[in-house]
């Protein structure tokens, strides 16, 4: 019966665990949205949302066919988080979602805030150069450009130079500079140290020690070093972060903030063909914009990327963001705020698109004033606690990083303990560790550490016996282990009077515990079993008892391997004459034959009294 009883529960620790069917992660409220009709949509479009990791879900993003999608959406996509109102924009193809500032919560809620940014600044304080035009910069590499200068009068223009003997020498020279003549010295030799190149009208930027104006494009935007100081907003920005979402900072994951430096146009800073009437234009310049794909190594900001590395995981939204949502109603806030897109750099100032009061695209010198509403992109497997996405009950993020750990577990076949105080208080990154102890005669089978989607988490031992332990994921875990039947093995103690030992199981290698083992011991002739002595791994005497049957005895295995160790006496002799004991001498033969016939005789005489008798 208690074998019985055992079968089912190791049936029982099969099972498989199963997670709670309704999904909670913030990522599947734009999925389910997608995927069910309603007010998101897949991307299709190309992507890669992280500079380390390859991409492993799908884009999906808010959209609205009109204002009546758009006062919809506005009741769906609301979270805090971390004491502050978000809004959700898409999610990213490492499962992230990316949300954008919306203000301060009031009890929970995000019904009538007004303020929905952090500060009001420039997107960056200098601007005399097209190198100012990103979200960071490198002042070495500036070239400071010079406005409302005409060349003097008389002065000659080349479509080239030459340098030699640090000298700068015109060549294909011209009376006017025009598309195709941007050099000049500003004299009528030609020849100078310092040489102007006009790239807008009346602007132009001074080239020295033999560089010309394409050395300056690369120096600009596409060396390696060109992102060593942060912009304005950039400073802003982070000196928010630091001072109120760093202890949050484990709930964050590593994305890319596009600030798409990519010239789709030099304008007039083509030396070749270049119309000085034209402006230098960024990817960004096309207002429908809606690529997600971020070209340049140097523009890809993030933690991980060292030619454009992020001191935070925070940044601002992209235009191609902002046209994948497609409404007014829903990114407008009251007042202008910046973009994270660079459109163009016409003289001393630069233009990067901002969404205006109305909530409409449009751009502006980066010099002006504007709302700052920050970006930041909720790890993958975040879960939402609470609410539904209104503004009066928005999705709450557990901004705390303790989780729990479950063990799937039956009473009858564990006693398991976790080396922490309060197993359902851990924190993310928090190393636990644990042992699981068994019942007797079975033994760990295999341990699984499952998350919340049931994702393993690597565990490993520690060198105590059945004691593990893992680092603590952002997410509750449970921890499932098997079990199986120990199989231990009998061993004999090698005797020299012992003739033979058999074991009555299958396999003497492979017993279990509470099996019943007999076994039945043949000495050698002459000998007899005195005691046996039967013992486990830790020398404790395991008892036992004779059967009905001949030298045989019987025991019950305990959860470890033991050792049979016989211990034999001689037995006693007879008292009869060395012919006796040696009957292969012919004394000893006559002997017996002497005897056989004197029993014999007394036989025959004691039969034939008795036969008289009887007669008589």
């Given at each position: 019966?208690?074998?019985?009883?055992?079968?089912?529960?190791?049936?029982?620790?099969?099972?498989?665990?199963?997670?709670?069917a309704?999904s909670?992660y913030?990522?599947?409220?734009?999925?389910?949205?997608?995927?069910?009709?309603?007010?998101?949509?897949?991307?299709t479009?190309?992507?890669?949302?992280s500079?380390?990791?390859?991409?492993?879900k799908k884009?999906?993003?808010?959209?609205?066919?009109?204002?009546?999608?758009?006062?919809?959406?506005?009741e769906?996509?609301?979270?805090i988080?971390?004491?502050?109102?978000?809004?959700?924009?898409?999610t990213?193809?490492?499962?992230?979602?990316k949300i954008?500032?919306?203000?301060?919560?009031?009890?929970n809620?995000?019904n009538?805030?007004?303020?929905?940014?952090?500060?009001?600044?420039?997107?960056?304080?200098?601007?005399?150069?097209?190198?100012?035009?990103?979200?960071?910069?490198?002042?070495?590499k500036m070239?400071?450009?010079?406005?409302?200068?005409?060349?003097?009068?008389?002065?000659?223009?080349?479509?080239?130079v030459?340098?030699?003997?640090?000298?700068?020498?015109?060549?294909?020279?011209?009376?006017?500079?025009?598309?195709?003549?941007?050099y000049t010295?500003?004299?009528?030799?030609?020849?100078?140290?310092?040489?102007r190149?006009?790239?807008?009208?009346?602007?132009?930027?001074?080239?020295?020690?033999?560089?010309k104006?394409?050395?300056?494009?690369?120096?600009m935007?596409?060396?390696?070093?060109?992102?060593?100081?942060?912009?304005?907003?950039?400073?802003?920005?982070?000196?928010?972060?630091?001072?109120n979402?760093?202890?949050?900072?484990?709930?964050?994951e590593?994305?890319?903030?596009?600030?798409?430096?990519n010239?789709?146009n030099l304008?007039?800073?083509?030396?070749n063909?270049?119309?000085?009437?034209?402006?230098?234009?960024?990817?960004?310049?096309?207002?429908?914009?809606?690529?997600?794909?971020?070209?340049?190594?140097?523009?890809?900001?993030?933690?991980?990327?060292e030619?454009?590395?992020?001191?935070?995981p925070?940044?601002?939204?992209?235009?191609?963001?902002?046209?994948?949502?497609?409404?007014?109603?829903?990114?407008?806030?009251?007042?202008?705020?910046?973009?994270?897109?660079?459109?163009?750099?016409?003289?001393?100032?630069?233009?990067?698109?901002?969404?205006?009061?109305?909530?409409?695209?449009?751009?502006?010198?980066?010099?002006?004033?504007?709302?700052?509403?920050?970006?930041?992109?909720l790890?993958?497997?975040?879960?939402?606690?609470?609410?539904?996405?209104?503004?009066?009950?928005?999705?709450?993020?557990?901004?705390s990083?303790?989780?729990?750990?479950?063990?799937?577990?039956?009473?009858?076949?564990?006693?398991?303990?976790i080396?922490?105080?309060?197993?359902?208080?851990v924190?993310?990154?928090?190393?636990?560790k644990?042992?699981?102890?068994?019942?007797k005669?079975?033994?760990?089978?295999?341990?699984?550490?499952?998350?919340?989607?049931?994702?393993?988490?690597?565990?490993?031992?520690?060198?105590?016996?059945?004691e593990?332990?893992?680092?603590?994921?952002s997410?509750?875990?449970?921890?499932?282990?098997?079990?199986?039947?120990?199989?231990s093995?009998?061993?004999?103690?090698?005797?020299?009077?012992?003739?033979?030992?058999?074991?009555?199981?299958?396999?003497?290698?492979?017993?279990?515990?509470?099996?019943?083992?007999?076994?039945t011991i043949?000495p050698?002739?002459?000998?007899?079993?005195?005691?046996?002595?039967?013992?486990?791994?830790?020398?404790?005497?395991?008892?036992?008892?004779?059967?009905?049957?001949?030298?045989?005895?019987?025991?019950v295995m305990?959860?470890?391997?033991?050792?049979?160790?016989?211990?034999?006496?001689?037995?006693?002799?007879?008292?009869?004459?060395?012919?006796?004991?040696?009957?292969?001498?012919?004394?000893?033969?006559?002997?017996i034959?002497?005897?056989?016939?004197?029993?014999?005789?007394?036989?025959?005489?004691?039969?034939?009294?008795?036969?008289?008798?009887?007669?008589?």
């Amino acid at each position: 019966m208690k074998k019985f009883i055992l079968l089912i529960i190791l049936s029982l620790m099969f099972i498989p665990f199963i997670v709670d069917a309704k999904s909670k992660y913030l990522y599947d409220v734009l999925k389910n949205e997608a995927e069910s009709g309603g007010l998101a949509k897949e991307y299709t479009g190309e992507h890669h949302d992280s500079f380390t990791e390859e991409p492993s879900k799908k884009i999906y993003h808010w959209y609205a066919e009109n204002d009546t999608d758009g006062n919809q959406i506005l009741e769906k996509n609301n979270v805090i988080f971390a004491g502050f109102c978000w809004q959700m924009i898409r999610t990213t193809d490492t499962g992230g979602v990316k949300i954008i500032y919306n203000g301060i919560q009031n009890n929970n809620s995000c019904n009538n805030n007004t303020n929905k940014r952090i500060a009001q600044v420039r997107f960056n304080s200098e601007k005399n150069s097209p190198s100012y035009v990103g979200y960071m910069f490198n002042s070495n590499k500036m070239i400071t450009t010079k406005e409302n200068s005409s060349p003097s009068t008389g002065s000659i223009f080349g479509n080239d130079v030459v340098y030699q003997d640090n000298f700068y020498s015109l060549i294909n020279t011209s009376n006017n500079y025009d598309k195709s003549h941007h050099y000049t010295c500003n004299n009528t030799s030609g020849s100078c140290a310092t040489v102007r190149y006009y790239y807008y009208n009346n602007a132009y930027i001074e080239l020295d020690s033999g560089k010309k104006v394409n050395d300056v494009i690369n120096d600009m935007f596409y060396s390696n070093d060109i992102n060593k100081n942060n912009s304005t907003i950039k400073t802003t920005i982070d000196s928010w972060y630091l001072n109120n979402i760093l202890n949050y900072s484990s709930k964050l994951e590593d994305t890319i903030y596009c600030s798409d430096r990519n010239i789709t146009n030099l304008g007039g800073w083509n030396p070749n063909d270049g119309k000085i009437s034209s402006l230098l234009e960024f990817t960004n310049k096309d207002l429908n914009n809606t690529n997600l794909v971020c070209s340049k190594e140097t523009d890809k900001f993030s933690l991980s990327n060292e030619l454009a590395k992020l001191d935070y995981p925070i940044g601002l939204m992209t235009l191609p963001e902002y046209n994948l949502i497609n409404n007014f109603n829903v990114m407008k806030t009251g007042e202008i705020y910046w973009l994270m897109s660079p459109a163009y750099y016409a003289t001393e100032d630069a233009s990067v698109r901002v969404v205006t009061a109305l909530g409409n695209k449009t751009d502006s010198y980066f010099s002006s004033y504007y709302a700052v509403r920050p970006v930041i992109s909720l790890k993958e497997k975040t879960k939402y606690i609470d609410g539904n996405g209104s503004l009066e009950t928005p999705f709450m993020i557990n901004s705390s990083d303790i989780y729990e750990v479950k063990v799937a577990l039956i009473d009858e076949t564990k006693e398991l303990n976790i080396d922490i105080e309060d197993i359902t208080q851990v924190n993310e990154n928090e190393s636990v560790k644990f042992k699981v102890t068994p019942i007797k005669g079975y033994k760990v089978n295999s341990i699984r550490i499952l998350d919340e989607e049931e994702s393993e988490i690597e565990y490993s031992e520690t060198g105590n016996k059945n004691e593990y332990t893992f680092v603590m994921p952002s997410s509750d875990v449970t921890i499932v282990p098997s079990y199986e039947r120990v199989k231990s093995s009998v061993e004999v103690e090698e005797n020299t009077h012992t003739k033979v030992i058999v074991i009555e199981v299958e396999d003497a290698k492979a017993v279990v515990y509470e099996d019943t083992v007999k076994f039945t011991i043949t000495p050698e002739e002459w000998y007899e079993v005195d005691i046996i002595e039967i013992k486990d791994e830790e020398g404790n005497k395991i008892e036992y008892k004779k059967t009905n049957k001949e030298n045989e005895y019987e025991f019950v295995m305990p959860d470890t391997n033991v050792t049979i160790t016989p211990i034999y006496k001689k037995i006693e002799s007879i008292n009869v004459p060395n012919t006796v004991k040696n009957p292969n001498t012919r004394t000893g033969i006559s002997f017996i034959i002497i005897f056989m016939l004197i029993i014999s005789s007394i036989t025959y005489i004691i039969f034939k009294r008795k036969k008289n008798y009887i007669m008589k």
